[in-house]
């Protein structure tokens, strides 16, 4: 069965970094673009970033233009988001996902905090 499973979330300072994993299984993986969300305490989800099936092309929101990066290694059947000059309103629990014929499918998430 599809399975998408994140990691790398945690406590990061402001200006500090992180990277996020999601480690994918049950269905192609190369075949599909993927997508990085995010929930912030009492609010709605926020689509974050997008990537092309082979990686040629990257979209992120305009809260995170400029500061993370999508990328993937279809090798690996992993998908990343590298997070830089992190600020403490890019705490939220982030999920990676993609879109399928047979649905939407998510990830469990992983909770990243920034905080002094």
């Known amino acids: 069965q599809v399975q998408l499973v994140e990691s790398g979330g945690g406590l990061a300072q402001p200006g500090g970094s992180l990277r996020l994993s999601c480690a994918a299984s049950?269905?192609?993986?190369?075949?599909?673009?993927m997508s990085w969300a995010r929930q912030a305490p009492g609010k709605g989800l926020e689509w974050v970033s997008s990537?092309?099936?082979?990686?040629?092309?990257?979209y992120y929101g305009d809260s995170v233009k400029g500061r993370f990066t999508i990328s993937r290694d279809n090798a690996k059947n992993t998908v990343y988001l590298q997070m830089n000059s992190l600020k403490p309103e890019d705490t939220a629990v982030y999920y990676c996902?993609?879109?399928?014929?047979?649905?939407?499918?998510w990830g469990q998430g992983t909770q990243v905090t920034v905080s002094s």
């Open positions: 996902r993609f879109s399928a014929g047979t649905g939407d499918y």
């Open positions: 990537i092309y099936s082979d990686g040629s092309d990257t």
């Open positions: 049950g269905f192609t993986f190369s075949s599909y673009a």
